[in-house]
Structures are given as structure tokens and as C-alpha cells.
């Protein structure tokens, strides 16, 4: 009787072993590095402490070239999320990133994320729709307002 058997595989001549290489690790970029990265020839951002070579991604982007030259050089956190890119668009630019940003995120420039990971809105936010309803209202009925303060 056979009482320990090896495993198959573990007598396999012509199984190979593969191992998984280690990530290498991402290089760091200052602010300054970036900045000189400003034109259609050589364009780097920063978003969410990543940093992107976006340059052969200009001609093909959605809103023209022109709005990624507006933050070409620079830290484009808040431009990029006041957008609104979808998820396939983050994605992508995943394709494009070259380093980490020294430093990480601009504080004033970082996403607000809850624990859920989900962002979180302003409470300024929330008063925005009562504004707007207001002024509305107020605007509708503006000259019967008029006429009873008069």
C-alpha cells in the first residue's frame, strides 16, 4: 500500500514553477518635475497623488486637448473630479500613470471618502437644492412680492 503519495504535479518533468514577480516600486515625482511637463509635446498631471504622462492621450480626449493643457504641469485633482469621470475613464487612466506624486494629495485637493469608500458630500451640498427652490419661488413670484412690500 502506498501510505504518503506525492502529488502529481510534484512529479512532473515538464510543469514549470511560476513565480510572481515583485511590483516594482513606483518612482517618485515632485510637484517641479511635473511642472515641467506643460505642452502638447510632453504633458504630465497629477491626480489623487498619482502622476499621469497623458501626452499620448491628448488628441483623444473626450473634451479636446485643450482642457488637459489647462492643467498640464500641475496638480489636476480638483478639475478632475469636478468633472465627474465615469469609472472607465479612471480606468484608463490607469494606462498612462508613470509615479507617485512626493508628497501625496494637496490636502485641499483630496477627495472627501467615507469609510465605505464612497465620497461624501459637502454640507454645502445639501443647502444647494433649498437655494435653488427658493430663488425659484422667489423669482416666480417676485412682482406680487414687490407689490406687497410697496
Not at 76 to 89: C, L, P, Q, R
Amino acid at each position: 500500500t502506498h501510505a504518503h503519495r506525492r502529488p502529481l504535479h510534484a512529479c512532473n518533468p515538464f510543469r514549470t514553477t511560476i513565480m510572481a514577480e515583485k511590483a516594482p516600486t513606483p518612482r517618485e515625482i515632485t510637484l517641479e518635475e511635473i511642472a515641467e511637463h506643460n505642452s502638447e509635446e510632453s504633458c504630465w498631471i497629477a491626480v489623487n497623488g498619482k502622476v499621469y504622462d497623458v501626452t499620448r492621450f491628448l488628441e483623444n480626449h473626450p473634451g479636446g486637448p485643450e482642457t488637459i493643457l489647462e492643467v498640464a504641469g500641475k496638480d489636476a485633482t480638483e478639475e478632475f473630479e469636478d468633472v465627474g469621470h465615469s469609472k472607465a475613464a479612471r480606468k484608463d487612466l490607469e494606462d498612462y500613470l508613470i509615479g507617485d506624486l512626493k508628497g501625496g494629495v494637496k490636502p485641499s485637493a483630496a477627495p472627501t471618502t467615507s469609510a465605505s469608500g464612497e465620497k461624501e458630500a459637502s454640507s454645502f451640498s445639501f443647502l444647494l437644492p433649498g437655494v435653488v427652490l427658493v430663488g425659484a419661488v422667489v423669482y416666480r413670484f417676485w412682482p406680487e412680492i414687490s407689490a406687497m412690500l410697496a
